[in-house]
């Protein structure tokens, strides 16, 4: 079946560092990758999303690339804040489908 | 509405209690989701509406979850005879008609707790 991998967390980072934030699925066809982001509080938001290979999903200062030969979809920011401080989750939605498959979510905390 | 509301915020069932939990869609929104969320986990999909058509309803975990959505717009998901297990955030999300490739838009759910 159709599955996420996500890096464990929790992932904890000084203001203006490096983000990375692994993610690798499984899954037939040609899904759609998403990240969301829950911040506390808060229902989960659509942060970024790609629908087919090397397509590069970008928000926020956040970018991801569709990695189909790895079967990735990596989470990257240049320079984290401390509002970026949440759960971030890497998701699919397989071909035609409506509904998602997440993966268990990495949190995030930035340092001042 | 401007987003998509849950309620209760917060529930406390005594086991073997039925509890019914209610999300209102964004107005409009054909498709509507609902997921489990157990502590420290990612969403886990139960059911699917569109309209008032129950499309999916293949991640319920038994026959003690019901979910309706009679007039197209508000659902319920009910939970007969709560067990511990039971005790989850449940979400509730609505689509437009691009569905997800337009993502969801979450409401900020229920937290269950069975004692």
């Known amino acids: 079946g159709n599955s996420v991998t996500q890096m464990e967390g929790p992932v904890t980072l000084s203001e203006e560092a490096f983000l990375t934030i692994n993610c690798t699925y499984t899954?037939?066809?040609?899904?759609?990758l998403f990240w969301y982001v829950q911040y506390p509080g808060e229902g989960l938001q659509l942060l970024l999303k790609a629908t087919k290979a090397d397509d590069k999903g970008s928000n926020k200062g956040f970018e991801a690339t569709y990695r189909k030969e790895t079967t990735s979809f990596h989470l990257e920011k240049g320079s984290v804040q401390v509002s970026d401080s949440a759960v971030y989750f890497c998701a699919l939605s397989a071909t035609g489908g409506q509904n998602f498959v997440f993966g268990p979510g990495t949190r995030l905390s930035v340092l001042p | 509405g401007a987003g998509v509301s849950q309620s209760p915020r917060y529930k406390v069932a005594k086991r073997g209690q039925d509890v019914a939990l209610r999300c209102d869609p964004i107005s409009g929104h054909v498709s509507l989701f609902w997921y489990q969320q157990a502590l420290g986990q990612g969403p886990e999909f139960l059911t699917y509406f569109q309209n008032e058509a129950q499309l999916d309803k293949s991640g319920l975990p038994s026959d003690r979850f019901f979910a309706e959505r009679p007039e197209g717009s508000v659902s319920t998901l009910k939970i007969q005879r709560t067990q511990q297990e039971d005790s989850a955030v449940y979400l509730c999300a609505s689509s437009g008609r691009q569905g997800v490739i337009g993502g969801y838009t979450f409401g900020s759910g229920t937290r269950l707790t069975v004692v």
């Open positions: 899954a037939t066809g040609y899904p759609s």
